[in-house]
């Protein structure tokens, strides 16, 4: 367990967290030297993308009042708030400055990868990493699929009086991506992740079909 404040936030990284980022990576087989480094580089990549995208909920969140942390586990992390104002408007706003301020610093990595190509090879796939990964996750979080801020986004905007038709947008989502991953790619990670998106989307709905 790994803990820390940053601008008076206290952050928890747990163990899963770093090793879930080492298999994303696709740098599990270490035959070298600039193996190991690359593997290294991308966790480091991972877990500043990861950490500003925190920061972005956890910063909002303390702006309306609230109190913060940030937790970074397995497959990303969450900032957890609470106190202050739980209006509509200031959740989509806490819910929508993740993604992006991450995408911001996807834009700061992209404008500077040429300046660092001069630094060497290491150092240019390090910016590379940072810029693929900040789009992606941002990107990726931005579908409509419960608990991502997609889904929480699509939620308070269509308020809890139509929680099923957010939960039914989250399943419909989850499910086809989890059959176009497993059609074209190789990985089992987002079918897997998907999948179970699906399946916890599924059983909220169960639990709200008597409303």
Request: no cysteine; charged share 10%; glycine share 10%.
């Given at each position: 367990m790994f803990e820390f404040k940053i601008f008076n936030i206290p952050v928890r990284v747990e163990p899963w967290f770093w090793i879930t980022l080492a298999f994303v990576s696709g740098q599990l087989t270490l035959n070298s030297k600039e193996g190991l480094i690359r593997?290294?580089?991308?966790?480091?990549?991972?877990?500043?993308?990861?950490?500003?995208?925190?920061?972005?909920?956890?910063?909002?969140?303390?702006?309306?009042?609230?109190?913060?942390?940030?937790?970074?586990?397995?497959?990303?992390?969450?900032?957890?708030?609470?106190?202050?104002?739980?209006?509509?408007k200031n959740t989509f706003l806490i819910t929508a400055a993740g993604p992006a301020i991450q995408i911001a610093l996807g834009l700061v990595a992209l404008a500077f990868a040429k300046q660092f190509d001069g630094f060497g090879p290491q150092i240019s796939y390090f910016v590379g990493v940072l810029y693929v990964i900040s789009f992606f996750w941002a990107i990726f979080n931005l579908l409509p699929i419960l608990p991502m801020d997609g889904g929480r986004m699509?939620?308070?905007?269509?308020?809890?009086?139509?929680?099923?038709?957010?939960?039914?947008?989250?399943?419909?989502?989850?499910?086809?991506l989890c059959l176009l991953s497993l059609t074209f790619s190789k990985s089992f990670i987002i079918p897997i992740f998907m999948g179970y998106l699906a399946y916890q989307s599924f059983k909220a709905l169960q639990q709200n079909s008597w409303r």
């Open positions: 593997l290294l580089l991308f966790i480091l990549a991972g877990f500043i993308s990861i950490l500003v995208h925190e920061l972005g909920h956890a910063l909002s969140a303390r702006h309306f009042g609230h109190r913060v942390h940030i937790v970074l586990q397995a497959f990303g992390g969450y900032a957890a708030y609470q106190g202050g104002s739980h209006a509509r699509l939620e308070t905007i269509l308020g809890p009086r139509n929680i099923k038709a957010t939960l039914i947008v989250s399943i419909a989502t989850a499910t086809i």
